[in-house]
């Protein structure tokens, strides 16, 4: 997993890339991430934008219908408002500074994951 953060007094964008490798190599079932209080911008796989039939997302989930059958790369770009995080998980800002609590649920808070 690779992060990037664009840091921003009302909104912050995370661009987050992964390397794939599914666990049952040759089978193509739906591939679900967790994700809570989350703007998705965009994902694409392989460096290819999905159009919006390709996935679905929900409150708490994105799901990618078909992913590739074997190893993928896939970059997820969101929108999250540090600001107006006041549950300290995730990105958060205290006293004017930016943290992070960045365990499994925090780490929901910042972009999709598994």
Do not use: W
């Amino acid at each position: 997993v690779d992060l990037e953060f664009q840091l921003g007094d009302e909104k912050t964008m995370v661009t987050s890339k992964i390397a794939v490798s599914p666990g049952n190599e040759g089978n193509s079932s739906p591939l679900t991430l967790h994700g809570c209080d989350l703007k998705l911008l965009s994902i694409k796989i392989n460096g290819t934008e999905l159009k919006s039939d390709k996935y679905t997302v929900d409150p708490r989930h994105l799901t990618i219908l078909t992913p590739p059958a074997g190893v993928f790369n896939m970059e997820i770009v969101t929108e999250i408002y540090p600001q107006l995080n006041t549950s300290l998980e995730g990105l958060y800002r205290s006293t004017g500074n930016f943290c992070t609590q960045c365990e499994a649920e925090g780490f929901r808070k910042i972009t999709y994951f598994q």
